[in-house]
Each structure stands twice: as C-alpha cells, then as structure tokens.
C-alpha cells in the first residue's frame, strides 16, 4: 500500500496545483472585473459631477458676493457629489453693502428671484442628486448580481473539482491495479522465458541424445544383421549337424540291431550245447518244455525292455528331426513345416547319446526286432501329427479336422512379471496365446493385430496384421496355428495367415458391431456372434456363410464344441445351438449379462462370466451349473471382459475392473490367488499358454503382461 501511495501521489499533487492554480486565475479575473466595475461607475459619476459644477456657475452667474453678512457658502457632499448652498443672512430690505442706494423694490424684486434661483437650485441638485443615487443603487445591484453569479459558478467549479477529484482517485486506483498486474505479467514473461530457455536447453539436449541413439542403433543394426547373417549360417550348419547325427544314430541302431540278432543266435548255440538232451525218454519232452517256457519268458522280457529303449530313442529322434517339440510333419507331401520356437537342442543330443551309449543286452531272437527304430519313428510322427485326414464336408471334399493333443500336463499359478509392454495406441480387447505357446496375438480399438513372441518368456514384436477396418473385439487361432481369425466394430469378420501383414479374408453379412469370432473343429468352419442379435456359421473355403441363427438379443460371445453352438446374451442368458437342428435346444439363465464364454480342453466344461460379478462353471452333459466363484474386490470391468480355463482344467482366471487377476480352484472352489500392483486400469481380457507356462492380460490403458 505504502508503494501505490507514493505511486499515486505526484499525479494527486499535480491535480491540486492545476485546480489551485486555476482558482487563482478566476479569483483575479474576478477582483479585475470588479475594479473595472467600480472605476466604470466611478468615472460615470465623475462626469455627471463635472457637468453639474459647470452648469451651477452659470446659474449663479448674475449673483454677486454682498459680503460675509450678506451671505455665506457651503459646500455639501453626497455620495461623492458636491453640491452649493446658498444661504442668506443679514439680508434687509433697502439695504445695500457698498454702492449706491437701490430702490426698495428692485431690492425685493432681487430677493425673490435670488429665493426662486436657491428653490430652482435646490430642486435642481435634489434631482441630479436622485438621478446619481439611482444610478449608484443600480451598479450595487448590477455588482451583486455579478457577485452571486461568480458565486454561483465556483460553487460549480468546486463540484467539478470534487467530482473530478473522485475521478482521479478512481483512476489512480485503477492506474495502481494496472501497474499491479502488469508487474505482475512482468514477472511471469520473466519466469517463463526462463522455462522456455530451460526448454530449449532440454530440448538440445534431447536432440543430441536422439542423434546419439540414432548412431547406436545403426550401430546395433549393423550388428544385428551380421547376428542374424551368422545365425542363419549356424542353423544351415546345425541343420545338417542334426541330419548327420540322425543318420549316425540310425546306423548306431542298426548296428546295434545286428550285434543283438548276432548275440542271439550266439546264445541259441550255446543254450543248444550246454543244455544237451539229459533226461529219461519219459520225462525228456517235460524238461525241453520247461527249457522252451524260461526262454521264451527270457526272451519276451528282453524284447519288452528293447521295444521301450527302441521307444524313447525313436522320440527322441522324431523330436530333434522335426526341429521343435510342436512341428507339424506333412506325410502327404514328405516336407517339414517348421513352426517359430526355440528347442533344447543340446538336452535333446545329450538324452540321445546317453541312449546310444547304453547296452541293449537282448537274448531274443531276430524275429523280435522287427519293431525297428524306423517303425517307431513312424508311429510318433503319427501321434504328433494331429492332422488326420476325415470324409468331406458340407463345404470342401477334402479338408482337414483337427484334435487337440494335451499338451499341458499341469498348470503352474503364475506368480511374478516376466515383461511389460505398452502394445497398442489405446484401449487392448483381445489376446490369444498360439497353440505351441511361442506367440501371442493382441487386438485393440485401434485396428491394429500385433503378433508376439514368447520366447524365453520375454514379449518380442514379430509383426503386425494389415487391414483391419475396425476396432478389434475378439481374436481366435485355428489348431494349426497358421491362421487368426479376428472380430471388428465395423461388422466384418477377418482372417488373416501368420506370414502374412495382408488381411486373406473379410467375412461380410452382420448388420452391426461383431462382438465374437471362433474357429471349428476345422480351419475351414468360423462361427461369429454380433450385436445384430445373430450368430452366423461360415465356410471359409468359400468366404460365405452357410447358416445365420436368430438368437433373439445381443451376443456378447460364443464358444464351440463339435456339434454345438453356445452363445452368451445381453438379455443374462445362455443358448445352446446344434448344428444338425433349427432351433434352440437349451437355455441357462443368468443373474447377469453374459460378457464371455470358455470351454475346457475336455469339452465337458463351459466358464462364463457375467456382470453380476460372477463365475459360473456349468457341466456341458447335465447342463447345469457346478460352481459359482465370487470374491471380494472382484468386479466385472466392462460387456467384453474375458475369463478362462488353465489348459489342465484346474484353475479360473478373470481380470477385474481394479486391474487385478483372480485364480479359483475348480477342485476346491475357493480362491487359490490374487496378483495385483501391475495394471492400472480395468483388466479387458485374459489368456493361459496351451503349455500352461504363461498368462496374458490387457487393459484399457493399452498395457500388455506377460506373467510366469
């Protein structure tokens, strides 16, 4: 306050100044308009003097001074006017000062004219004397009214002086507040002209490191090619490091095969001498039976323990041939179609030589090795290989059904992060795990597909899926793992072939968003569940659809067995379809909407999950519901969040509105485990590895977990 005080005072000063200044002006003004007044009416009545004194002697011009007792003169004054009176004393009739005698009636005839001359005189002064006070009385009346007037108008000029002083304290204060902000702005510019250098500097900085990164990772590009140059050197090496070792292994067993047909007939030699013909002729035949029992047990339990070695290196083999516990073997054409995964090459060759090293002591004969290593080779190609050729179907001659080998013998509850990584520019609302477990598909509302891999439990980028014209709701891998099969807002159906960026196949038909997309037995059937309350079968041979099925509400998911269709509304219920009838052959309410469906490895179970804040596992051959799983804190995020089995059937895993994950027991039904601090906003889907090693999850604030 003291700072706009000494601020504002100058100006006030000024103020006064001028106005004091200016009263001084009109105060002189006006005491010089009143003397120009006063000397105005002054010399007015000077005149009318003068002309009244020279008017008095010519009257009196024939009147002569009789002498000091004839007469006497007076002088009166009026108002700044002189007048003459004349008195006569001593006057007598007949009588004369000096001079000759006069006449006694010109003496009186002298007396009354001098009477009628003072009457006239008097009378003459009194009217003159009339005339100048009026005048005198009319300038006082003039100078008052001047007075009131200038009164009048510094009164008016004192309020004008008031109001403009208010005025000016108004905009002093005003001026104040100005000069307040615009310190105030001042300091502001100043500290952010210093961010902005600060910014700028940063931003160098910035600008240096980016350069710097830029050099490195030409640096680390050059060198990741040479890598992978030496890579693909090694592998053709390894290649045929591994081809020469099964050719050497063979060879080993063959040579192995031989030495034991060697060793057999050797012992059926010496079993022939040793044991010669001791016996009566009565009891001969019994003792050569017996003989005859002992080595056919002998050589049955040799054959056995052969035929299991025989086994296992025949595995073995199959395994380090194929190039990954998961390759898929196409006997039709005889070439391998290697699937991406890394194989312990080195256990495989240890476990192999330890067989190679160990003795097959087999007393059998040569018959008995006809299960040869070849033949076992043969049989685990054929266990391996989960294609197997079927009769036609409704939408190809000739096209392949697929079974699902458990490859999954427990599951492990995952317990730590493995990695972490911000997969998609905004909202994930699917993920799928490959059937070999080495990928992962993500889809998410901005219409991207990214494939992962899993390998050595890290999440590596491998590649993005081209041509998705909508948000992604839903993804799906057939059995081989060769084709993703994804949903989208924009009402189509998309297929797309792994190796391939470009989208192979859009499936056209629904009336609105496609909120679920599932593949069949085969890689030729899909089903899909949209919001247009249908659900769709398609011949993906064709790209067309073979079946729409009215389902009467919205269709949050679906899930398939071999005949049947199960689909999960917004209306909290659960509908059967079989593929062979027309209509609805079952209905199982709910307490709330359906948001996912799940079946089990079996095909004897379903999981659903609702938003009442529930799972339910239903038995798919009674129809009814086994559990209910509940827990404090779990809460359903959204319409589209999903839950699923662990392969092995043993756990329920759900992701909830709070980004935490809940396992259920199915055995015991009571919550097995909880994790949580990892995603910060609502969990949208959930996915458990085929070997049961990982989990997947996503959110809406596009975080992808990978968990072991």
């Not at 005839?109 to 002064?125: A, G, M, P």
């Not at 196409?330 to 495989?348: E, I, M, N, W």
């Not at 899909?526 to 993906?540: F, H, I, N, P, Y």
Request: hydrophobic share 35%; proline share 3%.
């Amino acid at each position: 306050m003291a700072e706009r005080g000494a601020a504002g005072g100058p100006w006030k000063r000024h103020v006064l100044r001028q106005l004091q200044r200016r009263d001084r002006r009109t105060a002189q003004t006006y005491n010089k308009l009143l003397e120009k007044s006063y000397s105005l009416s002054a010399r007015k009545l000077r005149a009318e003097s003068s002309a009244l004194r020279m008017d008095l002697p010519a009257r009196l011009l024939g009147w002569q001074e009789l002498g000091p007792e004839t007469g006497a003169h007076s002088v009166m004054r009026h108002s700044g006017l002189e007048l003459l009176n004349y008195r006569p004393s001593g006057l007598q009739l007949g009588v004369l000062t000096s001079g000759p005698p006069w006449p006694s009636s010109l003496h009186i005839t002298s007396y009354e004219i001098h009477v009628n001359l003072r009457k006239d005189l008097q009378r003459s002064v009194l009217e003159a004397a009339d005339s100048v006070r009026g005048e005198v009385l009319d300038s006082a009346q003039m100078l008052e009214c001047l007075k009131r007037s200038y009164e009048e108008h510094i009164m008016e000029l004192q309020r004008t002086n008031e109001e403009l002083t208010c005025e000016m304290i108004e905009r002093n204060t005003i001026l104040k507040a100005k000069k307040t902000a615009l310190v105030e702005q001042r300091n502001r510019l100043a500290s952010v002209s210093g961010q902005l250098f600060e910014l700028e500097a940063t931003h160098q900085q910035l600008k240096e490191q980016v350069e710097e990164l830029r050099c490195k990772n030409a640096a680390v590009k050059a060198e990741r090619d040479t890598l992978h140059e030496r890579y693909g050197h090694q592998d053709l090496e390894f290649r045929r490091a591994t081809e020469r070792g099964l050719e050497l292994l063979k060879s080993i067993m063959r040579m192995k095969v031989e030495a034991a047909e060697h060793r057999n007939e050797k012992n059926e030699r010496t079993r022939t001498r040793d044991y010669p013909a001791r016996s009566s002729p009565g009891c001969g035949h019994s003792a050569e039976a017996n003989r005859g029992n002992c080595g056919k047990r002998e050589t049955g339990a040799a054959a056995k323990e052969c035929s299991f070695r025989l086994a296992g290196l025949a595995l073995y083999t199959y395994l380090l041939a194929s190039g990954s516990p998961s390759s898929v073997w196409d006997l039709g054409r005889g070439k391998r179609k290697p699937q991406t995964g890394k194989v312990k090459h080195g256990r495989l060759s240890k476990e192999l030589k330890k067989a190679a090293r160990r003795p097959l002591d087999i007393g059998l004969s040569a018959s008995a090795t006809s299960m040869t290593l070849t033949r076992y080779v043969d049989v685990f190609r054929g266990l391996f290989d989960f294609r197997q050729r079927r009769g036609n179907s409704v939408s190809c001659s000739s096209e392949d059904h697929y079974c699902r080998l458990p490859s999954c013998v427990a599951a492990c509850l995952p317990s730590v992060v493995s990695d972490a990584k911000e997969a998609h520019l905004s909202e994930i609302n699917a993920i799928k795990f490959s059937p070999n477990s080495s990928m992962v598909a993500t889809g998410g509302t901005d219409r991207l597909v990214r494939l992962w891999s899993v390998a050595g439990g890290r999440l590596e980028h491998t590649q993005v899926l081209e041509g998705a014209t909508g948000g992604i709701t839903s993804l799906d891998f057939d059995p081989s793992g060769y084709h993703l099969l994804g949903a989208s807002y924009n009402n189509v159906a998309q297929l797309w072939k792994i190796g391939d960026r470009k989208c192979s196949e859009i499936l056209t038909g629904h009336a609105d968003k496609v909120t679920a997309a599932k593949f069949r037995s085969t890689r030729h059937q899909a089903v899909t569940g949209s919001r247009d309350r249908t659900v769709k079968e398609w011949d993906l041979g064709r790209g067309a659809c073979s079946r729409t099925i009215n389902v009467f509400s919205y269709c949050n998911d679906v899930a398939c067995c071999d005949t049947v269709i199960i689909s999960g509304h917004h209306d909290k219920t659960i509908r059967f379809w079989d593929s062979r009838e027309p209509g609805c052959t079952q209905v199982i309410p709910e307490e709330g909407k359906v948001t996912s469906l799940s079946i089990s490895a079996d095909q004897m179970h379903l999981l659903s999950c609702s938003r009442d804040n529930a799972l339910k596992v239903i038995d798919l051959r009674m129809h009814s519901v086994r559990q209910v799983f509940r827990a404090e804190g779990f809460k359903c995020g959204s319409d589209w969040t999903k839950a699923v089995f662990s392969p092995d059937k043993s756990y329920a895993l759900v992701g909830s509105a709070d980004g935490s994950l809940f396992f259920w027991n199915i055995e015991t039904g009571h919550l097995e485990s909880s994790l949580t601090a990892v995603h910060g906003s609502s969990v949208n889907a959930v996915a458990w590895s085929p070997s049961g090693l990982y989990i997947g999850s996503v959110d809406q604030c596009r975080k992808l977990v990978l968990w072991t």
